[in-house]
């Protein structure tokens, strides 16, 4: 079992920055991916990016440019820089993690087995 803990995140004023942060601990493998995903109120959750361990990276649209993912396999820390954000991106962001990712089932967070508890980031205008 895989526990995933976030850190950071909180208040920005459009155009800011922020930094999350997720620790993995438990049994990770070798090919274990981690992501990130957000739910905005009344709305569904939604894929931001993901990185595989071999630190290939994908992002939405939304955030392509703007965020970047990276990871520290030796840490089992995956980072989100968020730059330039907007009120769009108000949320909670949640750290999401799986051992058997394919391309194809990235930005789906039900193909992902395990999750933080969430942190919120508000993005005032």
């Known amino acids: 079992q895989v526990q995933l803990v976030e850190s950071g995140g909180g208040l920005a004023q459009t155009g800011g920055s922020l930094r999350l942060s997720c620790a993995a601990s438990?049994?990770?493998?070798?090919?274990?991916?981690i992501g990130w995903f957000r739910q905005a109120p009344g709305k569904e959750r939604e894929f931001v990016a993901t990185i595989f361990r071999g630190r290939t990276a994908y992002y939405a649209e939304s955030v392509k440019g703007r965020f970047t993912i990276s990871r520290d396999n030796a840490k089992n820390t995956v980072n989100l820089q968020m730059k330039d954000l907007k009120p769009d991106d108000t949320a909670v962001y949640y750290c999401a993690g799986d051992a058997g990712l394919i391309l194809s089932s990235i930005r789906n967070h039900a193909y992902y087995d395990d999750w933080g508890q969430g942190t919120q980031v508000t993005v005032s205008s």
């Open positions: 438990g049994r990770t493998s070798s090919q274990y991916t």
